[in-house]
């Protein structure tokens, strides 16, 4: 509580109090009665406020009410980057001491599980099947032979030594926009990579070079006969094959990546997840299916539709947004819809923007523009620095238009700088101008490379005069003041036209 001067105590916490306080307050909401909605409420505003108190750097008080009446004091020192209380012990004590679940709270939490799962009809059954049937093309850097694969042979060769090596796996899932298209079919979003989730336990560090050696070897023994593969170790197979691998291991987060080379950009992301507090960014691409019935099942896709059109295998998709019909809408009808932004890595901006050029629109207008702030915030704070933004942005693009959908580059790059130019709130003015500069550029370059030219409806041309025009046989003719001479600066860039362009 505040002193007897009215201001918060100073007291600097370890950053591990964070995880405890948090915690305490996720059980205090499973074991809460009748205030479980106020507390829910209470948590989700704590949240964004703290983002807001970063973008700021200021401190934030907040009051929780967790029972009857009683009130425990939190600071949110956003400058530290962590939540604690200056009696956090105490503070976790009190809200795990609840009583036990009552019977309201129980039926809405079985409420809310059932709106986040459906099965799949048969149509969408066969749809998967398709998907993880279709042959894929890992291609191989230098003299490497393209392997020629089968999401399902891979997903099962990788599964199976997995469980050799004494690494549980709960689940499979295919998330992203494939578990989308799966979905609905014509979504507007297309698909490109192929992201599967393997649910796994990971206690120690150590797992993760056991998850390495084991999506190594499975690929190895993917090569075409003739090729001596013993003597390929799995540092070559990375280098021939693998395009990124991440690994992520704290008190939250407990996942790695192998993302594998696809000369096409259909990447094939196999995702190795133990804990993972954000899995999706907007409601259309926050399905996840279940794969493992499908897998299991030897029965071909002609028998999985039964006599009345009901399918004998059962196969089930969750939503990590929370409610599957609302975000199946909002796929069908083209809607933009997240909850708290500021908890994606990048806030989603990137992403947003792409769905903006593929005509989504946002299905609250009165919410999108405080979303879009969350959205600008959180990217600026993951990248302070121009060429980091740069190399996010032309990754983003290399990643997420191919083919015929290179010409919504431009297009592309003119929305994130709109969306950036309007809603940007956490920057200095010559951060925001280097920035903006930064999308211009790369704008002009993408026209430069497609041989476009921007639309010139409203742009006046001056031209310098041939110097004969000087001459007296051409004296009835007007001759414009030779133009002072262009002083280059090398920034800051300002160029204004009536286009839009930059």
Not at 81 to 90: A, K, P, T, W
Not at 169 to 191: C, E, F, P, W
Not at 333 to 341: D, E, R
Request: net charge positive; glycine share 6%.
């Amino acid at each position: 509580m505040p002193n007897s001067g009215g201001k918060w105590p100073q007291v600097r916490k370890n950053p591990s109090n964070r995880p405890k306080c948090e915690n305490a307050l996720t059980q205090a909401m499973q074991n809460l009665g009748g205030n479980l909605d106020h507390l829910l409420c209470s948590k989700k505003w704590l949240v964004k406020e703290g983002f807001c108190a970063t973008l700021c750097e200021r401190t934030v008080k907040a009051r929780i009410n967790f029972s009857e009446g009683t009130q425990t004091s939190m600071r949110i020192d956003v400058e530290k980057g962590f939540v604690g209380n200056y009696r956090s012990q105490r503070f976790a004590e009190q809200l795990t001491c609840t009583p036990p679940k009552s019977e309201p709270a129980v039926r809405i939490m079985e409420l809310q599980t059932d709106k986040r799962f459906h099965n799949l009809t048969p149509e969408q059954v066969q749809a998967l099947d398709k998907v993880l049937t279709e042959v894929i093309p890992i291609h191989g850097r230098g003299n490497f032979p393209t392997l020629e694969v089968r999401a399902k042979d891979i997903i099962r060769v990788v599964r199976d030594r997995l469980v050799e090596r004494h690494i549980r796996v709960k689940d499979i899932r295919l998330n992203g926009s494939t578990a989308s298209h799966v979905m609905v079919r014509d979504n507007g979003m297309g698909y490109r990579d192929l992201d599967i989730i393997f649910g796994v336990e990971l206690p120690r560090q150590e797992d993760f070079q056991v998850i390495k050696e084991v999506v190594l070897g499975s690929l190895r023994d993917l090569l075409p006969c003739g090729v001596n593969k013993r003597k390929i170790t799995c540092l070559t197979m990375k280098e021939a094959y693998v395009q990124k691998m991440v690994k992520v291991f704290n008190e939250h987060d407990r996942w790695s990546l192998i993302s594998l080379s696809n000369n096409r950009a259909k990447t094939v992301g196999l995702r190795f997840v133990s804990s993972l507090r954000r899995q999706f960014e907007f409601s259309v691409d926050s399905f996840q299916i279940i794969l493992d019935r499908l897998l299991e099942s030897s029965a071909g896709p002609s028998s999985w539709a039964g006599a009345e059109g009901k399918p004998t295998i059962t196969v089930e998709a969750e939503c990590m947004y929370g409610d599957f019909e609302q975000a199946t809408d909002h796929l069908r009808l083209h809607l933009i819809a997240t909850h708290n932004p500021e908890e994606i890595r990048g806030g989603g901006l990137l992403k947003y923007s792409d769905l903006l050029v593929r005509n989504f629109r946002p299905a609250s207008e009165t919410e999108i523009k405080s979303l879009e702030r969350y959205m600008c915030s959180r990217f600026f704070i993951d990248f302070p620095d121009v060429s980091e933004q740069r190399r996010k942005i032309e990754a983003y693009l290399q990643g997420h238009f191919v083919g015929n959908e290179e010409t919504s580059k431009y297009d592309y790059l003119m929305t994130l700088r709109r969306v950036i130019d309007e809603s940007t709130v956490c920057l200095m003015g010559h951060e925001r101008r280097q920035t903006l500069n930064m999308i211009t550029v790369l704008a002009l370059r993408v026209l430069g490379e497609q041989n476009a030219i921007p639309n010139t409806a409203h742009i006046t041309c001056f031209y310098q005069p041939a110097p004969y025009m000087t001459e007296p046989i051409f004296s009835s003719y007007y001759v414009a003041q030779p133009q002072p001479p262009l002083i280059y600066h090398p920034y800051p860039l300002h160029v204004h036209m009536q286009t839009g362009l930059v």
